[in-house]
């Protein structure tokens, strides 16, 4: 996904169906390095301002466009990220990145509210590089070894291309990437289920969860488990994350017995088994999970409504 394959164009006149062409790169790029589709929507929406606000001799002096909105939105979205720390730091209760459904299922793009489809250009491919433990992994990251990370490890850009985004050299951001891929193995979790294996193992959590057996709960989750939720200030939730299977169980049973009615379905969450809550069959919480073995060992469950748009079908892209 090296910015220097892009489709061939003119020099002389820069192709409008290239420029554009290139928005579901770059949309698919900010997701990741900004763990929110909102954020990247605006990363990609200003990089390509930029473009068209310069002249039609500037545009032909660029010899790659592709390569320069890759560029200028990386910049941006470095930006974002050192701007977000401190945002993060203001935030109501633990920040969870956006989940993501199904592109079959995403609903309510910018070009199309409601229940018509996003434009396919929006929506972000879901692989491994979405996940939710991967993005809670980058979260962990300074801005610049993600954006090296990245553009490097997932999007296979070559360091010098990098260096002129992050502003360092080649070396650096050499070194940059490879204390984000240690960060990322030291997460992971090799003992985690093939993905028949975790869908089983969310079916099985959910019908426990409605039968409020919290028997079965307690032995599906793992003793060490963590639940965290991200209400945003904006709903009722838990403002610190709630540690070992039986207290997840209980907190789960409270929660049922507290919103009669709650309809669980079971979904694809960034391209893994997951979950989601519906209450008067409106998503009011989205549910990821992690996997050690035959039990779930981590649950993240987003409820800040501003994040459940591509649920909703009230998406801002």
Request: charged residues 25%; neutral net charge; contains cysteine.
């Amino acid at each position: 996904m090296n910015a220097a394959s892009e489709p061939g164009h003119s020099r002389s006149e820069p192709h409008l169906t290239v420029i554009v062409g290139e928005r579901h790169r770059l949309i698919n790029l900010a997701y990741r390095l900004l763990g929110s589709s909102a954020e990247a929507e605006d990363a990609v929406q200003e990089a390509y301002t930029r473009w068209f606000a310069m002249s039609r001799q500037q545009q032909e002096a660029i010899a790659s466009p592709g390569a320069w909105l890759t560029t200028v939105a990386g910049r941006i979205c470095l930006d974002v990220l050192g701007s977000a720390r401190a945002r993060r730091e203001r935030y109501v209760g633990p920040w969870i990145p956006e989940p993501l459904p199904d592109r079959t299922e995403w609903i309510g793009g910018r070009a199309g509210r409601g229940t018509e489809p996003a434009d396919p250009a929006d929506q972000i491919v879901l692989d491994e590089s979405v996940d939710m433990a991967f993005l809670v992994v980058l979260e962990s990251m300074t801005p610049a070894e993600r954006v090296a990370f990245i553009l490097h490890d997932v999007f296979r850009y070559p360091f010098a291309e990098i260096a002129t985004i992050v502003g360092r050299t080649p070396a650096a951001c050499r070194q940059l990437a490879t204390s984000g891929r240690r960060r990322v193995r030291a997460a992971r979790n090799p003992a985690a289920p093939a993905p028949a294996g975790q869908a089983g193992l969310v079916r099985r959590f959910k019908e426990a969860w409605e039968a409020r057996d919290i028997e079965t709960l307690v032995g599906l989750l793992d003793p060490d488990a963590t639940m965290t939720a991200d209400g945003g200030g904006l709903v009722g939730t838990v403002l610190r994350p709630v540690e070992g299977g039986g207290s997840i169980a209980q907190y789960l049973i409270h929660i049922a017995a507290k919103a009669p009615g709650l309809t669980l379905l079971e979904r694809t969450v960034n391209g893994r088994p997951g979950l989601v809550a519906q209450h008067t069959g409106v998503p009011v919480t989205v549910a990821a999970f992690d996997f050690t073995g035959d039990r779930v060992s981590r649950i993240w469950a987003v409820r800040n409504p501003e994040k459940l748009r591509a649920w909703t079908g009230d998406a801002q892209i």
